[in-house]
């Protein structure tokens, strides 16, 4: 089982614990099933939770305060937002993100932890996200953004303890993934509490009223 796989279970059992109206489903369940009957012949590791929403399902708004809600003690830890809208044939997603992500951005912590790089220019390009939820969060935690000194100014260290991480498919070259990063982050790093939208096809920041 992978370190993934273990959060997905204590997300999962947390959920579950809350009465929250959602049967899961899918690979984890299955695998869950298949070990509680020691089967361990065929295994499929998998990154995601599939479940059903019991009854008519909610706005989205909703559904992620439920969710958010139904974390219980994770809540210290991690938040959910919105990733993809209901449509037609189409399932709502939603991504459970690490609170601390940005803060590690801004600290020497990045050299460690460069998977964050690319864990927040994934959502950047698929989640809305703005700029007053994420300085809340900031808040209601007690943590504190530090300078971004060494994603500013020590951009080749960086770039080394970039490349030397593996076991991401699809790991977008690391002059792409700092372009894009530092214009992200930019209300972050300017401490701007304007709240703002980011708009990841136009690849900036818009101001809300």
Same mark, same amino acid.
């Given at each position: 089982?992978?370190? #993934?796989? *273990?959060?997905? %279970?204590?997300?999962?059992?947390?959920?579950?614990? &809350?009465?929250t109206p959602i049967v899961f489903?899918?690979?984890?369940? =299955?695998?869950?099933?298949?070990?509680? +009957? /020691?089967?361990?012949?065929? %295994?499929?590791?998998?990154? /995601?939770?599939?479940?059903?929403?019991?009854?008519? $399902?909610?706005?989205?708004?909703?559904?992620?305060?439920?969710? @958010?809600?139904?974390?219980?003690?994770?809540? @210290?830890?991690?938040?959910?937002?919105? =990733?993809?809208?209901?449509?037609?044939?189409?399932?709502?997603?939603?991504?459970?993100?690490?609170?601390?992500?940005?803060?590690? #951005?801004?600290?020497? %912590?990045?050299?460690?932890?460069? *998977? /964050?790089?690319?864990?927040?220019?994934?959502? &950047?390009?698929?989640?809305?996200?703005?700029t007053k939820e994420i300085f809340?969060?900031?808040?209601?935690?007690?943590?504190?953004?530090?300078?971004?000194? &060494? !994603?500013?100014?020590?951009?080749?260290?960086?770039? +080394?303890? %970039?490349?030397?991480?593996?076991?991401?498919?699809?790991?977008p070259d690391f002059k792409i993934?700092?372009?894009?990063?530092?214009?992200?982050?930019? $209300? !972050?790093?300017? *401490?701007?509490?304007? @709240? *703002?939208?980011?708009?990841?096809?136009?690849?900036?920041?818009? @101001?809300?009223?």
């Amino acid at each position: 089982m992978t370190e #993934l796989e *273990k959060l997905m %279970y204590r997300i999962l059992g947390t959920i579950s614990s &809350a009465d929250t109206p959602i049967v899961f489903k899918g690979a984890l369940i =299955k695998n869950l099933v298949l070990a509680e +009957h /020691d089967y361990n012949e065929i %295994y499929r590791e998998t990154t /995601d939770i599939d479940c059903n929403w019991i009854g008519k $399902p909610p706005s989205m708004n909703i559904l992620v305060d439920t969710l @958010n809600q139904s974390l219980g003690n994770l809540q @210290n830890k991690y938040y959910a937002v919105a =990733k993809r809208e209901y449509g037609e044939k189409k399932s709502a997603g939603v991504n459970i993100i690490e609170k601390n992500t940005i803060s590690v #951005l801004s600290s020497n %912590y990045i050299f460690r932890r460069t *998977k /964050d790089m690319i864990d927040v220019y994934s959502l &950047a390009n698929c989640v809305e996200i703005q700029t007053k939820e994420i300085f809340d969060i900031y808040v209601k935690t007690k943590r504190e953004l530090q300078a971004f000194d &060494a !994603f500013l100014n020590r951009v080749p260290e960086l770039e +080394h303890a %970039y490349n030397k991480l593996t076991g991401v498919e699809g790991k977008p070259d690391f002059k792409i993934i700092y372009s894009y990063l530092n214009i992200f982050l930019n $209300p !972050f790093i300017q *401490k701007d509490y304007n @709240n *703002k939208i980011w708009e990841n096809k136009k690849e900036l920041w818009r @101001n809300l009223l």
